[in-house]
């Protein structure tokens, strides 16, 4: 069974200051990798998706996220982090041809102005 | 549009009563509906998935069933709380025609149950 682990549970940064937040996954095959976000108070929500191309992939508020495939990993970005970050944020993965993402324990991104 | 519906949004119940969660989706036919629970520290735990009327695949043993009455209709169950069933429950659909772009779940506002 696939698994995804997301090294840094609980984050805290100076508006400006830059962001990665890592996850890694366990499936050797083909991928379908996902962020999801959830603000306080809002549904969770699509950030960003790969499926296939550019291992590069950027989302919504200036996120992107790389895939390597070598390492197992789709790592979050962004240069310049502001306070309506704050948000836990949620890596997924849907093993090929699957319809059930596996989601990792999430991040809590806490952003002080 | 497509929209999803869960009721109630916030139930507390005591040890050993019944609990229904409810969830609807509006706007899409045939959608693969999901069941997760979210514990703080723990991130999101499948526990039902349903791909058709009277289907449904449970990911994990527990006290809490489900059942898909309608199309579109999704409801979670049990017939006597436990306290650790307490949580954030969210239902989620994806568009169940075909793989490319089917798997990004569109997520309700969840329901949030204490059991005292």
Redesign the interface.
């Known amino acids: 069974a696939q698994s995804v682990s ?1 090294h840094n ?1 609980h984050v805290i940064l100076s508006e400006a200051a830059s962001l990665e937040l890592g996850c890694n996954y366990s499936y050797g095959g083909t991928v ?1 990798l ?1 962020w ?1 976000v959830q603000y306080p108070g809002q ?4 950030l960003l ?1 790969y ?1 296939s191309g550019d291992p590069l992939v950027k989302g919504i508020k200036g996120f992107e996220a790389e895939f390597i495939k070598s390492k197992f990993s789709f790592n979050l970005r962004k240069p310049s982090v502001q306070w309506s970050d704050t948000a836990e944020y ?1 890596c ?1 993965v ?1 093993s090929g ?10 991040t809590s991104l806490i952003v002080h102005p | 549009s497509q929209t999803i519906h869960q009721w109630p949004a916030t139930l507390v119940q005591p040890v050993g009563s019944p609990l229904s969660l409810e969830c609807t989706v509006e706007g899409t036919s045939n959608p ?1 509906l ?1 069941w ?1 629970r979210q514990a703080a ?6 526990l039902f ?1 349903s ?1 058709g009327i009277g289907q449904i695949s449970s ?1 994990v043993p527990q006290n809490l069933s489900a059942s898909r009455p309608q199309d579109r209709q999704f409801i979670l169950s049990s017939k006597k709380l436990l306290l650790s069933d307490s949580g954030f429950y ?1 239902c ?1 659909w ?1 568009e ?1 025609t075909g ?7 569109t ?4 329901s949030r149950l204490t059991v005292l």
């Open positions: 997301q549970h379908n996902f999801y549904h969770l929500q699509l998706k499926f949620f997924a849907a041809g699957s319809y059930i993402p596996t989601f990792g324990r999430g | 693969n999901y997760y520290g723990r991130g999101l735990q499948l998935y791909v990911e969210l989620a994806i169940g793989f490319a772009g089917a798997n990004v779940l997520f309700g506002a969840g």
